[in-house]
T-cell receptor
Framework: AQSVTQLGSHVSVSEGALVLLRCNYS??????LFWYVQYPNQGLQLLLK??????LVKGINGFEAEFKKSETSFHLTKPSAHMSDAAEYFC???????????FGTGTRLTIIP | DTAVSQTPKYLVTQMGNDKSIKCEQN?????MYWYKQDSKKFLKIMFS???????INETVPNRFSPKSPDKAHLNLHINSLELGDSAVYFC???????????????FGPGTRLTVL
């Protein structure tokens, strides 16, 4: 079975500060990991994904995430927050041969001017 | 061009009615999905079709019935709507990669269903 835990349902950071959104996964086989962003009243947009290879993955809008197998983590970071980053962020996992994409409960990111 | 599109974007209806939501993808993907996002933003898969064949059918009331006329379309029909069906419904699509397994799922803009 696979699962995802996102620590912190709400995260607030000041504009220009570091953004860190936490995601831990559970999987009995090597996972594929994703971060999606959902802006208010919109659909989900892929930020970045890890399948195999380099463990540091760069995505759109200056976000990146690092796959750490020893910590079963895939935390999302951005060096400097921008007002336009305010949104809901979802971590998700899928495994080879499993058709189901399992989502975390989401983290709402608020940017303080 | 929109990759995954859904209609309608908003749907307001009375309890007991029957309604359908349509989804189309122009990505050439072989698999399509329906997800439900509840009021707490929790996303859960409902159904998945691969080349018109049902491959995932989660614990969903049988009032919900997906229909796939071809691999580019997956519609969701809901009978006898209940208050608890109010949610945002997302369609998604993806493609199997031979050695990589399931590729990224691309989502539609969602349909906000409100049952009064």
């Amino acid at each position: 079975a696979q699962s995802v835990t996102q620590l912190g349902s709400h995260v607030s950071v000041s504009e220009g500060a570091l953004v860190l959104l936490r995601c831990n996964y559970s999987s009995s086989v090597p996972p594929y990991l994703f971060w999606y962003v959902q802006y208010p009243n919109q659909g989900l947009q892929l930020l970045l994904k890890y399948t195999t290879g380099a463990t540091l993955v760069k995505g759109i809008n200056g976000f990146e995430a690092e796959f750490k197998k020893s910590e079963t983590s895939f935390h999302l970071t951005k060096p400097s927050a921008h007002m336009s980053d305010a949104a809901e962020y979802f971590c998700a996992v899928i495994t080879f041969g499993n058709e189901k994409l399992t989502f975390g409960t989401g983290t709402r990111l608020t940017i303080i001017p | 061009d929109t990759a995954v599109s859904q209609t309608p974007k908003y749907l307001v209806t009375q309890m007991g009615n029957d309604k359908s939501i349509k989804c189309e993808q122009n990505l050439g993907h072989d698999t399509m999905y329906w997800y439900k996002q509840d009021s707490k933003k929790f996303l859960k898969i409902m159904f998945s079709y691969n080349n018109k064949e049902l491959i995932i059918n989660e614990t969903v009331p049988n009032r919900f019935s997906p229909k796939s006329p071809d691999k580019a379309h997956l519609n969701l029909h809901i009978n006898s709507l209940e208050l608890g069906d109010s949610a945002v419904y997302f369609c998604a699509s993806s493609q199997v990669r031979e050695r990589e397994g399931r590729d990224t799922q691309y989502f539609g803009p969602g349909t906000r269903l409100t049952v009064l």
